[in-house]
């Protein structure tokens, strides 16, 4: 009868299954260890008392260590005070109220994925849930505390837990979205009330205009009484979004002016923030409301304009544009479009006539004829530009700075306190001799850079023309 050993525990098996459950048993492994290390294997016996004597030693350490309940954050000063707390009303309530929030969330994540609320077992969810979220021992309230606020914070039913993702609160939506959502439904409105206005006009309607007496008017009480008048227009037409901010808080910091003006100076003053082509700003206030929306309601910064980070809080918006200089507009090739319901160009157009109305003129022929000036010599062309005699080149050359009119709508004497503002801190304008002086920048620079790049590449090339073979082939 052949018999059956272990070499390693020096003990004698009945059979090979024996020896095969032996070689799994956790008496074999400590005994391979201990041959390893060069020392003699112990008995059954031996390693048995030494595992009840771990064990006895490691019991004290578990029960320490359990003395914190995660699901209440409240820490005991013996296990068996943590043992009655478990059995307590208050514990079981919340242990109930994280179970139901649990479970709402996983009935949402299903949703996503497709799942309906019927397709899942509710009562192995449940259970699972309750063994996940069960008191466990923690070391680390520190660490559990926060999770804990956040999942207490709004507890829900079970009732609740069949709520979708398509019926999520709007506060649970990002910032942004709500900013475009928001946005998109303005347009649609505007466009509606526009096209009913156009069905009911009649062509009988005349807008009043003011004179050029009172546009040049910049008393304190006629702005205050404009800007009264906002504030009723305001109220008539409904609360601003929640988040927008005021048109008297600043942009780019929590600081607060008392008048429209003042909030536009500060914002120059301190952050270096000027209003692009403010000589044909028509509607002022719109375009600060509207940034106010931008920044505090889509979460967006105004020179990074949707190519940036995303931003959860208007804090974060305003302290990105002030670390990295970034408190002012984009308005560089299509971005301007955005803002084109504030501004009226029609006075730089060379064939505009003051109280002329775009809208009213009749359409032009398709081949408008020359026109011929004989006393300044000047050849009108169709787009309205005038071509001078060469004879007169000298006047033509001379620069007598700019007449062009400020043409605004709405706001003008604000307007008109911002435009004094900007040329007392040394702003000349985007146009005239300036622009010109920058073009002529630019054209030298581009020349240098051509100029470098031909004597690089000139002087790159080898200057030995001929190659001795190496290898005769």
Known sequence: MATYTCNTCRVVLVDAEAQRAHYKTDWHRYNLR?????????????????????????????????????????????????????????????????????????????????????????????????????AQPSTSPKKAAPALEAEFRSPVSVAAGGRGAHQRDPAEKPPRLQWFERQARKLAKQQGEEESEEELDDGDDWEDIDSDEEVECEDGEALDQEE????????????????????????????????LVKNVAHMT????????????????????????????VGKICLWCNEKGKSFYSTEAVQAHMHDRSHCKLFTDGDALLEFADFYDFRSSYPD?????????????????????????????????ARVGHRSLMRYYKQRFGLSRAVAVARNQKAVGRVLQQYRALGWTGSTGAALVRQRDMQYVQRMKSKWLLKMGVKNNATKQMHFRPQVMF
């Open 34 to 134: 201990r041959k390893v290390a060069g020392m003699a294997p112990v008995s059954a016996e031996g390693f048995q008392e030494r595992v009840r004597a771990q064990r006895a030693l490691a019991e004290p350490e578990s029960k320490g260590a359990a003395t914190y309940c995660t699901v209440c954050s409240k820490k005991f000063a013996s296990f068996k005070a943590y043992e009655n707390h478990l059995k307590s009303r208050r514990h079981v309530e919340l242990e109930k109220r994280a179970v139901s929030r649990k479970v709402a969330i996983l009935n949402e994540k299903n949703l996503e994925k497709g799942l309906g609320v019927d397709g899942v077992d509710k009562d192995a969810v449940n259970a699972a849930i309750q063994q996940v979220i069960k």
């Open 228 to 259: 009264e008048q906002d504030a009723e227009e305001e109220e008539a037409g409904g609360s601003p979004p929640l988040g927008a901010i005021p048109i008297t808080d600043c942009l780019f910091c929590p600081h607060h002016s008392s008048s």
């Open 269 to 296: 003053k301190v952050h270096s923030f000027f209003l692009p082509d403010v000589e044909y700003l028509s509607d002022l206030k719109g375009l600060i409301k509207y940034l106010g929306e931008k920044v505090g």
């Open 352 to 384: 505009h006539k003051e109280g002329e109305d775009p809208d009213e003129t009749e359409a032009l022929p398709s081949e408008k004829p020359l026109g011929y000036d004989d006393d300044t010599m000047e050849l009108i062309l169709p787009s309205g």
